[in-house]
């Protein structure tokens, strides 16, 4: 799997939103997207999984071009847009059902979806009935159990509180190191991208300003040899010329 996003532009109006944006994403790369609000990183996002079509250039999996939705593609959300009316299993087991899968087989990897992130013992209960964090899980879990080529992933983690957030962070990269999946996950976050990812993109300004391979191996913490510094070369190019902005 490659995609491939070559001279990407995007404008509302006289707003310019994203500008000749190239970018090449390898299958079972985890790159995280990080940037300032309205620097147009979800923009490029939503191309990615089709909801928005460039105004310029063009986004390609495998050499065929973007137009639309696919299955290939997963999203999880920050909002976790779980169906309140279905179980979790139910919930889990939908994506694979509506591509024709039969029923019982459907809530066979529902259920090994669940098992994956931890909530198999929840599958009878109803979204409402659960935490914010478990409530992402199951996201997770819906997404993954499509068998997409590509997980996609706007700030899933944006709403939930510190130790929730930080949990979350570890149980996904246990998921990458067992199902190892091709992740585009948009961030805020330097920690959060460092702690994530194989390679960063820094976007600003809808450009991409900078691209970072994070060479620290996994399990990664916070006190691991070079984060500190990764953190603080990432930091230099989104604060670059801030202070001058202000200043004007």
Same mark, same amino acid.
């Given at each position: 799997? +490659?995609?491939?996003? +070559?001279?990407?532009?995007?404008?509302? /109006?006289?707003?310019?939103?994203?500008?000749?944006? $190239?970018?090449? =994403?390898?299958?079972?790369?985890?790159?995280?997207?990080? /940037?300032?609000?309205?620097?147009?990183?979800?923009?490029?996002?939503? @191309?990615?999984? /089709?909801?928005?079509?460039?105004?310029?250039?063009?986004?390609?999996?495998?050499?065929?071009?973007? +137009?639309?939705?696919?299955?290939?593609?997963? @999203?999880?959300? %920050?909002?976790?847009?779980?169906?309140?009316?279905?179980? =979790?299993?139910?919930?889990?087991?939908?994506?694979?059902?509506? %591509?024709?899968?039969?029923?019982?087989?459907?809530?066979?990897?529902?259920?090994?979806?669940?098992?994956?992130?931890?909530? $198999?013992?929840? *599958?009878?209960?109803? #979204?409402?009935?659960?935490?914010?964090?478990?409530? %992402?899980?199951?996201?997770?879990?819906?997404?993954?159990?499509?068998?997409?080529?590509?997980?996609? @992933?706007?700030?899933?983690?944006?709403?939930?509180?510190?130790?929730?957030?930080?949990?979350?962070?570890?149980?996904?990269?246990?998921?990458?190191?067992?199902?190892?999946?091709?992740?585009?996950?948009?961030?805020?976050?330097?920690?959060?991208?460092?702690?994530?990812?194989?390679? =960063? =993109?820094?976007?600003?300004? /809808?450009?991409?300003?900078?691209?970072?391979?994070?060479?620290?191996?996994? #399990?990664?913490?916070?006190?691991? #040899?070079?984060?500190?510094?990764? @953190?603080?070369?990432?930091?230099?190019?989104?604060?670059?010329?801030?202070?001058?902005? *202000?200043?004007?």
């Amino acid at each position: 799997m +490659q995609l491939i996003a +070559q001279h990407v532009g995007k404008s509302y /109006g006289d707003r310019i939103v994203l500008k000749n944006v $190239d970018l090449t =994403v390898h299958a079972h790369e985890f790159i995280c997207i990080l /940037g300032h609000s309205g620097c147009g990183k979800s923009t490029l996002l939503n @191309m990615v999984a /089709g909801y928005l079509l460039p105004d310029e250039g063009e986004i390609t999996v495998d050499g065929e071009r973007i +137009q639309g939705p696919s299955k290939s593609r997963g @999203m999880v959300f %920050q909002d976790h847009a779980l169906f309140p009316w279905y179980t =979790v299993l139910e919930n889990v087991s939908f994506g694979p059902e509506v %591509q024709g899968t039969p029923k019982a087989k459907a809530l066979e990897i529902g259920k090994e979806f669940l098992n994956l992130v931890g909530l $198999d013992k929840y *599958a009878n209960h109803y #979204p409402a009935e659960l935490s914010g964090g478990m409530k %992402q899980r199951v996201g997770i879990a819906r997404a993954l159990a499509s068998a997409p080529e590509i997980l996609l @992933m706007d700030e899933p983690f944006g709403a939930l509180d510190i130790l929730t957030r930080d949990m979350m962070r570890r149980e996904l990269r246990r998921i990458c190191d067992k199902l190892k999946p091709t992740i585009l996950f948009v961030t805020h976050s330097i920690s959060e991208a460092v702690f994530l990812a194989d390679r =960063v =993109v820094v976007m600003k300004d /809808g450009e991409i300003a900078d691209t970072f391979t994070i060479n620290i191996d996994h #399990p990664r913490t916070f006190e691991s #040899p070079g984060f500190g510094e990764a @953190m603080h070369r990432i930091e230099r190019v989104l604060m670059e010329n801030e202070a001058e902005e *202000a200043i004007r």
